[in-house]
C-alpha cells in the first residue's frame, strides 16, 4: 500500500513562503488526485489545493497565494506557499485518492500522510 511523506514545514514570518512536498512511496496514475489539507488549532480539516490529472485546484482562502503542482513522475506534489498569513497556521497534510479527484471533501481520500506543521508568526 501506498504510504505518503509530507516535508518543508516550518516557522516563518508573515509575508513569507514556505514549499511543502509530498511523496508518495509507491506507484500513481496521472489521474490519480492528490490533495493538500489542512487543520488549523480548534479547526475543521479544510481543503487547500489538488491536482488530478492536468488539472489543478485552490480552495478560496489560498488563491492567488498558493499553487499546487506535481512532478512528472506524478509521485511527488508540491505546495507553494506565498504571502503566508497568521491564519495559515496549521498541519498540512497531504492525501491521495485512485482515480479522478470528484469532490473537496477529505472522505473521498483514502490514503495521508502524518502531516507537517506550517506556522506563520505575525
Known amino acids: 500500500q501506498v504510504q505518503l511523506m509530507e516535508t518543508g514545514g516550518g516557522l516563518v514570518q508573515a509575508g513569507g513562503s514556505l514549499r511543502l512536498s509530498c511523496t508518495a512511496s509507491g506507484r500513481t496514475a496521472f489521474n490519480d488526485a492528490m490533495a493538500w489539507f489542512r487543520q488549523g488549532p480548534g479547526k475543521e480539516r479544510e481543503f487547500v489545493a489538488a491536482?488530478?490529472?492536468?488539472?489543478?485546484y485552490h480552495g478560496n482562502s489560498v488563491k492567488d497565494r498558493f499553487t499546487v503542482f506535481r512532478d512528472s513522475s506524478y509521485n511527488t506534489m508540491y505546495l507553494q506557499m506565498n504571502s503566508l498569513r497568521s491564519e495559515d497556521t496549521a498541519i498540512y497534510y497531504c492525501?491521495?485518492?485512485?482515480?479522478?479527484?470528484?469532490?473537496?471533501?477529505?472522505?473521498?481520500?483514502?490514503?495521508w500522510g502524518r502531516g507537517t506543521q506550517v506556522t506563520v508568526s505575525s
Open positions: 492525501a491521495l485518492r485512485r482515480g479522478v479527484l470528484r469532490t473537496f471533501s477529505s472522505l473521498d481520500f483514502e490514503t
Open positions: 491536482v488530478s490529472g492536468g488539472a489543478v
